[in-house]
C-alpha cells in the first residue's frame, strides 16, 4: 500500500498572489507594494488621511515616449486641501519608491477610507495584582517564567 505524499501548507498570500495581482493590475497598479506599503512609503501622517485607489496610465503614443501616470488617492473629506498642499512631497515619495518618475500628478477623490483603525492595545495590568498572583506561585522556579504567568493572570482577572 503506497503512503500519501506528505501535504505541506501554504501561505495564503502563496496561495491569493494571482487573485490579488489580478485585481491590482485592473486598477492600474504595476506591483501591489504601493498599496500594501503605503504607509511606509509616504509616512504614517498622512497615510492616515488617503489611500491609493489607482494609477490611470494614458495611451502609449507610438514614437513618443511613455508619459507619467495620474494616481488616484481617496482622501477624507477634511484633510482633502492639506494632501493637495503635500502632493509634491507624495509624488516624490512615491516615485523615489518606483526608482523613476512613473507619476506625474495625484487626482483626488474624497470620501471615507477602506481601512479601519488598528484596534488599541489593551492597557498593562495593575502592578500590585502582578505581584500578588506572583506570590501565589512559588512553585514556578524560573523567575521569567512565574513573571509572565503573574502577568497572564493579572490580564485575565482584569477582563
Not at 15 to 31: E, K, M, N, P, T
Not at 88 to 96: A, G, T
Not at 98 to 114: D, E, H, I, K, T
Not at 121 to 147: F, W, Y
Request: aromatic content about 6%; proline content about 9%.
Amino acid at each position: 500500500m503506497a503512503k500519501p505524499a506528505p501535504s505541506s501548507a501554504k501561505p495564503l498570500s502563496v496561495l491569493l498572489s494571482d487573485v490579488f495581482s489580478d485585481a491590482y493590475a485592473r486598477q492600474g497598479f504595476a506591483a501591489r507594494e504601493l498599496v500594501t506599503r503605503w504607509t511606509e512609503i509616504i509616512g504614517p501622517d498622512l497615510s492616515a488621511h488617503c489611500e491609493p485607489l489607482k494609477m490611470q496610465w494614458p495611451r502609449p503614443v507610438e514614437g513618443q515616449p511613455q508619459e507619467a501616470a495620474t494616481l488616484v488617492l481617496r482622501v477624507e473629506g477634511p484633510m482633502a486641501l492639506e494632501i493637495q498642499h503635500a502632493s509634491d512631497v507624495i509624488l516624490e515619495r512615491v516615485n523615489r519608491f518606483f526608482g523613476w518618475s512613473a507619476v506625474g500628478r495625484l487626482a483626488l477623490r474624497q470620501g471615507p477610507l477602506s481601512r479601519r483603525p488598528r484596534p488599541r492595545l489593551p492597557p498593562a495590568p495593575d502592578a500590585g495584582e502582578v505581584e500578588r498572583i506572583a506570590r501565589t506561585l512559588s512553585s514556578v522556579d524560573d523567575d521569567e517564567l512565574r513573571a509572565a504567568l503573574a502577568r497572564l493572570g493579572a490580564s485575565i482577572k482584569r477582563n
